[in-house]
């Protein structure tokens, strides 16, 4: 199975703020990957994929960069709805795989 | 837009069987596959498995053994039932669609299923 190792697990952040989240395959999966958001009780929404295509509808602070095993999504000015959880996702190669996710929590 | 709603037992006791259902609605089932993901308390997303419309299936091997899906195009659901189930398949439960690339681009709000006697 691809491992994906993602970093940091839990980050504390300021609205305005530039956050950078890391995905890490463990093997090569070329630019099958999506980052999405989490919120409980939702359902959980894409933001990126293709490793770096927007989503339709989702902000243009939201991008996403990478392929082959390192990616990155990046959010350029936190706002108070994106206080939530991230998870990337490989879906390249069988059976498809989820990082461990990302808290982002107010400082 | 697009909506999938998961259904089925809260609670199925340990050694039975747990059945799901997904009901696309504001849109067709048809020419898309479905895929089951789940997520226990604590812990991280397992992917399931995926269906297609025209019946082929593709299951994590760490399940397959225990994991039948369908669709029934009629009705606009897909299904997943999962037989011997223990107090580890206690999860939320979400079904999910991708348009052929398994790039999830819809997913449902998740169903909490508990295995307990």
């Known amino acids: 199975d691809v491992h994906m190792t993602q970093s940091p697990s839990t980050l504390s952040a300021s609205v305005g703020d530039r956050i950078t989240i890391t995905c890490r395959a463990s093997q090569n999966v070329n630019r099958g990957l999506v980052w999405f958001q989490y919120k409980p009780g939702e359902a959980p929404k894409p933001l990126i994929y293709l490793a770096s295509n927007l989503e339709s509808g989702v902000p243009s602070r939201f991008s996403g960069s990478g392929s082959g095993t390192e990616f990155t999504l990046t959010i350029s000015s936190l706002q108070p709805d994106d206080f939530s959880t991230y998870y990337c996702q490989q879906y390249n190669t069988y059976p498809l795989t989820f990082g461990g996710g990302t808290k982002v929590e107010i400082k | 837009q697009l909506r999938l709603q998961e259904s089925g037992p809260g609670l199925v006791k340990p050694s039975e069987t747990l059945s799901l259902t997904c009901t696309v609605s504001?849109?067709?089932?048809?020419?898309?596959?479905w895929n089951w993901v789940r997520q226990p308390a604590g812990k991280g997303l397992e992917w399931i498995g995926r269906?297609?419309?025209?019946?082929?299936?593709n299951y994590n091997p760490s399940l397959k053994s225990r994991v039948t899906m369908s669709v029934d195009t009629s009705k606009n659901q897909f299904s997943l039932k999962l037989n011997s189930v223990t107090a580890a398949d206690t999860a939320f439960y979400f079904c999910?669609?991708?348009?052929?690339?398994?790039?999830?681009?819809?997913w449902g709000q998740g169903t909490l299923v508990t295995v307990s006697s």
């Open positions: 504001s849109g067709s089932i048809n020419a898309h596959c």
């Open positions: 999910t669609r991708d348009k052929g690339d398994h790039y999830f681009d819809q």
């Open positions: 269906v297609s419309t025209s019946g082929s299936t």
